[in-house]
């Protein structure tokens, strides 16, 4: 399985093991939800001494959360990115064995040139120690939400330092998640909470106005976007998952807090960055 997976508590440090409602501790319900896939609500926000992110700069970090995703084998249900932040519906899927072909394909695709020039000359010289060490080390990124976040929120950070001439994190706090219940009602509440997210954030902005979005790209005629919803809302067609999110996105408006997502006690988790 692999290691450093985003559910963690400071708990697990402790001589108190806090156990939930189902008398499960902090480490059996992490283990539980490790091994099945999983989906999470994730978020973030900048600064607030920041100002918000430029169109350019909203562009740049969804290319980076794809190709983080991408990296770590980790797929994006839905997911908005505006001025304030970025907020998300990932899944993670069950962990499975990775073929030495997929690693070396994942190292070489990723990693940058330098390191790509390592990697060669290990091959080279037939260092297969190293060379494990390195597989090694990116299959633990594989299929890992913590990982997923630090790769693409650290790169972004850098790219933004460095066009804006200052240093440190340009996000507010460690990154929030939520594993959402996989379940019609609830995939809905995340979906709409996801999409009008910004709109609470800026009264300014409407649904239509937000270019960084899988909901626009839907609207804009997506199938990709569109299979996805339908597939998690388990709807028979996009017209029929329009006309419900429309009137849920009218309800979620009005709420700032997270919405019911399901039986899981998110107070035993909490996230590591």
């Known amino acids: 399985m692999p290691s450093g997976r985003t559910l963690v508590t400071r708990a697990a440090d402790s001589h108190v093991v806090p156990r939930n409602q189902k008398g499960e501790s902090v480490r059996e319900a992490r283990i539980l939800i490790e091994s099945v896939e999983t989906f999470y609500h994730v978020s973030n926000e ?12 909203q562009a740049e970090l969804e290319y980076f959360i794809f190709d983080a995703a ?7 249900i839905a997911y908005t990115v505006y001025p304030q932040g970025y907020v998300m519906l990932v899944k993670t899927p069950a962990p499975y064995d990775v073929s030495g072909d997929i690693l070396e394909k994942q190292v070489k695709s ?5 390191q790509r020039l390592i990697y060669k000359r290990l ?16 299959r633990d990124k ?11 929120a650290s790169r972004f950070s850098l790219s933004y330092n460095k066009q804006h001439h200052r240093k440190g994190s340009v996000w507010e706090h460690r990154f929030k998640s939520y594993v959402v219940e996989k379940n019609v009602e609830f995939m809905m509440n995340a979906i709409s909470y996801i999409h009008t997210r910004a709109l609470v954030m800026n009264t300014k902005v409407d649904l239509s106005g937000l270019r960084y979005s ?4 839907a609207l804009e005629g997506s199938q990709k976007w569109r299979k996805k919803y339908n597939s998690v809302i388990e709807a028979r067609n996009w017209k029929f998952v329009k006309m419900k999110m429309d009137s849920m996105f009218i309800v979620m408006t ?10 899981v006690d998110q107070a035993l988790v909490e996230n590591v960055v």
Do not use: A, D, H
């Not at 900048?46 to 700069?57: A, C, H, Q, R, V």
């Open 46 to 57: 900048i600064k607030p001494s920041l100002l918000g992110f430029t169109e350019n700069e």
């Open 142 to 152: 594989l299929f890992n939400l913590r990982e997923f976040v630090i790769l693409f």
């Open 110 to 114: 990723y990693l940058r040139t330098p």
């Open 123 to 138: 091959r080279n010289n037939m260092k297969s120690e190293r060379l494990n060490e390195l597989k090694e080390r990116i």
């Open 214 to 217: 899988s909901w626009t790209k």
């Open 70 to 76: 991408n990296f770590c084998q980790i797929e994006i």
């Open 254 to 263: 009005k709420r700032k807090n997270i919405p019911n997502y399901g039986s």
